[in-house]
């Protein structure tokens, strides 16, 4: 977006927007301490995928859904992708789980054993396979490796075999697909995570080759980062791969995305727009994917979902709507006041009603949430999901 | 301990002290992402207090167990009593339970329905009647209550139910029995915590009356808190009523204590000390508790929590050879260096070899951990404790 | 402000708020690294309350002028007063300076030697001399004291100390004086702090009576901490004296007020709302003081403190705004998603539009800043202010 | 160092292990709020030099001192080496300042004015002028530059300007000279810092060559990083320039090394020796340099360097003294305790007795502190350092 978007070119940009929600949000999820069950939640990757596409229905901009392996494990992912090409979505990024098992009690790809290692990478070319059934783009890896005690394992031959497993994938990945490596300061490991900063991830990418990028999840940082320079730097180098949006207030909380600090996604929206970075994402080229991880662990999962999905569409909105000539004037002149107050100018603007008549120029609803609640569907769930085992972490 | 404690004063104030162990330690443990199970693990009450007898049985300093219910309800607490005294233990502080429950949602005490701040306070109350039926002195009240999101529920009227089930609660108590308030900013809630500071669990107690007194559980603050500030502050204000010990880098990482930063487990102690909270923790005397609450996810418990009481004995130790004449006299002079110099001789010190003597002084073996390998007890629970349900959070 | 509040409601409310605005801002800050001199900064006291005139002139709404002693020093109180009621202003709080003395380098109140703690308790107490002389209402105290190494003070002892100090100040009072005793976590002490957090304050203020008070500075918490939290348990309390309004992104970072946070800004003026805090601060009577305490480093000073005074007021208008009914409504219901949704509602409305219709119903420009710029004072003061020495800490 | 090191080995390390005083530490230093001048401190760079030399007189291991250019500029670098060669010691790295001129308000390198961008890079270039006079081999950057305000300039902009001037500096820089990169979270900059952590200054590093090379100030993290895994991290890449230790409980209090957490500086030289880096800081080969870099606010200067220099080699003992052997088998074995055990052996280890036996065969006193103490330096230096300029940040 430049200087001076036209409200017709901003509501170009939002029709556009993309984002991909992820299937395990439309399942139970909880802390250590409980797991809340609710009713109406699915029980097959199939049911998750019938709930993603009442996000899309009303949001318009949710067409693609997050798998994990093995939670959204099906004989034929073929029917699958069909299944979801029915309810006009399409089957988005598989995500790799390499820590449920026992055996990755001390690590998955950086395991002092190497049969576990072995069977780590064994999972994450399994995934890539995965990838080429369902038309998959993006394989995103997320490890818990990590130490809880200072002596527990070597830190730096951990890296030593992270590097050697990455490559590995690496090298399976066919041309148009991507390997997105995610960060994360702690949690599991509660002394030294192996992949726990961007620098990390970026030093394992640059080394992997073009096709790897990272992944900033919003909620992985130390107290005080500022996300969005990470977002800007990963842009100018060329490796932003994508966003796990969520927010938190204290550590890796999976709120829902703009609870917790709305003019924050604002910040980062603005860099991302800055960047270059929407115009990919809404294109087919690889480009930064914007993907929800979040834990819906006490209020109603999908309209919890429509409502994240609503927030950055909002960010967006007013990152779109940033002066960008005024902005850039002030920031020339090194006039403080004046090119702070250009961006809050944009942040302080309702844009709900600019985004409802994008939603009735598409022939939406110009409220989501609402008309969620008058379709009828979770009361339907309700009723008709009973028995089975509902889909959770770990299922 | 006073000013230049000859060693046999240190010897005997490390010989009298008492760590409470809990229940729960023995049993598994984990993260959201997953709980790996160990072998050998307890599937019953009675098996929790034979492996708490073990970490007595060699360090002499842990004589009493912590008791959670409903995880370690029994039909007969005076057998159960019995188990423990057999085995040369004392069952310990009671610890309720009101956030695994579905209908505790939404919170518990604090819950905007009242039939579930019914049901809750009705939890506290049997805990009481269970300490009636054990002998046990304490009740430990943690709530997981609070929000996840702005707005969700009003913080002020949070506190008027949480003050209501307190005095309920109280009001209960024997003459002799204390109610133990703990306080944790964060986690499982993840916008506002109802009791998330030592402020609010010490404003609180002030009404109750001299029965209620707050516990600081060390992984439970905000990065940068001064943890023996707090510690120095309620002992000074006749508030400490004891401790959760454990360490953390992050979060309520829940790892041995001393293992994260062993330099502030001894500040806390030395505060305990120069506050007189060793002595009343030592004697029968209704003092500052000292318990154990922590998480073994990955290493193997019973010697975990062994090298957790060590580590809490070398931290005394320490603090216990400070030279308090040399320490005050310098600070009465302003010499800061000289200060800072009197506490780090001591931290300096090591300590090992004299409580080797304290151990072997009580006829005890002078390395517990040595001792509890060649006991052969962990290989004999290994094979003994197959079938059944191991013990963990929620069983 | 009730469920319901009608705009007429809302528009008084915000008609009659007051701020404070710091004489110090108006002078020269900076950080350690370097003071930044900006043109036309006041070289007097007096010429710092010209420029406050300016900001109540254009806002309305910063009728009062806190002073810092000795950095307001003058021979003649009363003509000061008079200087200022001459402009439409008061002089509001005074607040002492215990750390700019080289006596002062191991504390003030809390300083091992017992001159200094004479000298510095006479500096409070000459304080409140200036207090009877200026009208001022509010001693506000804030300490630097502390200690920067383990060891090289008793915390203890520096509790007494405090408490004593504290005692003679408060029994100094006027029957319409109150003392309103600040806390902050760290700066300039680097390892303990003798008032670090909102439970210190309140311990104390409990114990000297009615006319002690706690301020909440917003930027000199831990990271992660939840001032309104605190915000609603002080006046649930009868405590919250006042606040000291700024953002920070890191530490005490004394940025203008909502920039760094404008959502936290929001959930306080919510709380402070709920609880009945408002009316009282706007009324005459000893209510909640809304002071602004602030370092414009390298932001035009005027301006930025006009800019801050807007910020505030948004952020209050937004809070009169949430609908407390269908608030309260869905928080019975436990309906997570809406209750949160009632106070984003508030949140993400464009009040900018409603402020300037309250300004131009009370004659004033409908915005401060143009119209400040407009008036030609800052070109004027660049101009005028030449030579002399310009105000700044320590002058 | 290897497995089973030998107390030879450990000792001849630590005879060889070389540090670096800055100048500055000699000098007032304080916070924004109160510089406390103390007596005896220099008044130019040469007294600065005299003070070093009482240090390495006293330790052995810090024979050379770090510049600050404009605070010890001179007119004749040549003279200033002389008067530090008669005294046993070496001019070291030339520290750059860019922050303390009025134009710097909005940056340096990164200033949105190309004007003030020359004059910034024209003192970089003057600080390699000097070190081909002091025949300093390292030149050390560290860049205050930054953003307070939300929009204040262009994140990436600011970037590429860093970028063009890193690149000027750097081609000028001689076969054997090598630019120190340092980066830091926040402060003097409250909202973004061009710099902030290990990542971006390596990704300018990678880009540069092999010149450049990362500095690890350990107070310039947020919370919660593990700086030991960046320590290996960047050891492993071959991009550890080097440390400016010091430590720190909030933020960058520039307390003495060690005195905050002195098991994380253990940490941190067990790193450091197992990557590798301990042999080529004390070789003379470019290796890690091991600068100090703190602020003595309070504490006598002299003394806290030698207790500072004291605490690095008492960390690098432990480190040395690590049973590599039993560490790594271990970790192999998966053994979290054992392993964990391993690293606690040789940090509970008291290694004061053997760096007194390491100094008493150098031909030192045991106690450096007491050496120092019985000199006769301090007194003479408080009597005859009386009249002139003290030195201090800016002079």
Not at 93 to 110: K, P
Not at 133 to 138: E, P
Not at 260 to 289: C, H, K, N, W
Request: glycine share 8%; with cysteine; proline share 5%.
């Amino acid at each position: 977006m430049t200087a001076g978007s036209s409200k017709d070119a901003v509501k170009a940009a939002l029709t556009t927007q993309a984002l991909e929600t992820p299937s395990w949000a439309y399942g139970n999820s909880g802390t250590r301490f409980k797991v809340f069950a609710q009713p109406g939640v699915p029980r097959t990757p199939q049911e998750k995928l019938d709930d993603a596409a009442r996000v899309h229905a009303h949001t318009g901009v949710a067409p693609t859904v997050a798998l994990h392996i093995p939670w959204d494990r099906v004989d034929d992912y073929g029917a699958l992708a069909d299944h979801a090409a029915k309810r006009g979505l399409r089957l988005g990024t598989i995500n790799a789980n390499v820590f449920q098992d026992d055996d990755y009690r001390l690590g998955s790809v950086t395991n002092p054993d190497p049969a576990v290692r072995r069977k780590a990478v064994a999972h994450l070319l399994e995934c890539v396979d995965i990838m080429d059934a369902t038309g998959s783009k993006d394989l995103k890896l997320w490890f818990s490796d990590g130490t809880n005690y200072p002596g527990q394992d070597d830190l730096r031959d951990r890296q030593d075999r992270l590097s050697e497993a990455l490559r590995t994938v690496y090298d399976r990945l066919g041309d148009d697909q991507r390997m997105l490596l995610e960060y994360k300061l702690f949690e599991p490991a509660f002394y030294a995570t192996d992949v726990p900063d961007w620098g990390t991830a970026y030093a394992h990418c640059l080394k992997l080759g073009p096709k790897a990028q990272v992944v900033v999840d919003t909620g992985h940082h130390a107290p005080g980062t500022n996300i969005e320079f990470i977002v800007a730097t990963l842009l100018r180098e060329g490796r932003l791969g994508g966003f796990d949006f969520n927010s938190r207030f204290y550590a890796d909380d999976d709120l829902m995305v703009g609870a917790a600090d709305p003019f924050q996604l604002f910040r980062i929206m603005y860099e991302v727009v800055r960047g270059g970075g929407l115009a990919t994402g809404a294109s087919g080229a690889p480009g930064v994917a914007f993907m929800l991880d979040q834990c819906h662990n006490i209020e109603t999962k999908i309209p919890a979902i429509i409502r994240s999905v609503m927030n950055v569409q909002e960010a967006t909105a007013k990152a779109l709507l940033v002066d960008a000539e005024a902005l850039s004037d002030a920031q020339r002149r090194g006039d403080v006041l004046a090119a702070n107050g250009a961006l809050m100018d944009a942040y302080n603007t309702d844009v709900r009603p600019l985004l409802a008549e994008v939603r009735e120029e598409s022939g939406l609803a110009p409220d989501p949430l609402r008309a969620y609640e008058r379709s009828g569907w979770q009361e339907q769930i309700v009723e008709d999901r009973v028995g089975g085992v509902q889909a959770g972490w770990g299922a």
